[in-house]
């Protein structure tokens, strides 16, 4: 038992100091916290999670290929112009399209270009910023669990398979999507009427009285006059056509080769070379430079979640595994009798792990030790976005800087900001949604 608690208290340790860091640093400390279990307390190494770190790789390269092309600056513009055509439902418009723009594109990270003209809609509007743009942040977070090329997504996928119990990524999405798009509606519904009106609001009428907040809050903010390429058009449409090939695949696995065990061709395996061939169109049809690719935002982001789950999966699943006969004997038969109290764990580790596939690579190993079965784990995938909790994820941040009027904050206590409320409810409403979508699936 001793020996437990000293590499709990060294896997939770680095798990701290990583995110303390920050970046790249979880994966690296991940790789230290390896070492130290292998070569200090003499534990076999788990299987580095290879397959799920190419699948990220060929993803996240296909969509910073479409950023470079202009693909992402087209669909915002899109979102636009539904917007602004039905500007009094922007409280409910926006958050979906936040959702569906993170369920096309498997990252949350396009959501930037599109706050500040949800921020614009709801000023010109009369309605209230902070309603809108709270849960269209929340709302780009928790499209990831519903995205066929996140790699939240993908990494459930590749994980249930090497376990022995694959679930398919159709099955994935059919919990995930409803349960995602069920939450968003419940909490922008609870948005639809927050805060005061900003006609009857003291700290808005106050600032109106500096002429330089008036300047700036009647500023145009728009992505309608930027010119969309032809290019761009293309570059959407085969990405589109990239995903839609892995969906196709996935419904009609006849469509696929035998491999040598006489089976299709994985899925975890269909994913990587669909993408990166999609994402070599998009170059040649854009004739984009690969240069610029590999400095994209969105890349960029990408090799980091690559690098984090590299070290973090690996020592989580090390520790796991090294220490699976305690965890089953002393936590096994009360997550069993209550399986809900996993959903609070995942939760809360989130919290501070600010990467909904790099807390799943930590908390799955966990529930398959203690004898959770794979349908039950995945009703509870909504549960892992929970980094709107403390407001420092920098789509929360985006948010607040992008609300000219400062409806949008964090409050005197922390914990008193914008997004905590919208995010229990829409996490809480997807999970419990998930879980029971999974009960019927299976």
Known sequence: MAMFWIQFVLVLGAILLGIRRGGVALGLI????????????????????????????????AAATLQVAGGLDYLVQLTERMLRAHPKYV????PLSTFFLTVCCGTGHAVYALLPVIADVAIKTGIRPERPMAISSVASQMGITASPVAAAVTFFL?????????????????????????????AAAWSFNRGKELD???EFQARLQDPDFRKALNADVTTLDKQISTTAKISVALFFAGVGSIILFAVYPNLLPLDYGN???????VVQFVMLAFGAFIMFAGNVKAKEIAHSSVFIAGMIAVVSIFG?????????????????DNIGIMVK????????????ISAFVKSQAATLAITL????ALGLPIPLLLGLVPASYAYFFFAFYPSDLAAINFDRTGTTHIGKYLLNHSFMIPGLIGVGVSTVTAYMISRVIF
């Open 30 to 61: 991940g790789g230290m916290g390896v070492s130290l279990l292998v070569l200090g307390f003499r534990s076999s190494p788990a299987e580095p999670p290879i397959a799920v770190m190419l699948i990220i790789l060929a993803v996240v390269t």
């Open 158 to 186: 590749g994980f249930a398979a090497k376990t022995g119990h694959p679930v398919t990524l159709i099955q994935i999405l059919a919990v995930t999507m409803p349960a995602g798009v069920v939450g968003v509606l419940a």
């Open 263 to 269: 089976k299709p061709v994985p899925m975890t395996t």
């Open 91 to 94: 409280t409910i418009l926006a």
């Open 312 to 328: 973090i999966a690996w020592m989580s699943d090390t520790f796991i595994t090294a220490n699976k006969k305690f965890l089953i």
């Open 200 to 202: 009857k609001d003291p």
């Open 365 to 368: 190993p966990l529930g398959v």
């Open 337 to 348: 009798l209550a399986p809900w109290t996993f959903a609070i764990a995942t939760f809360c």
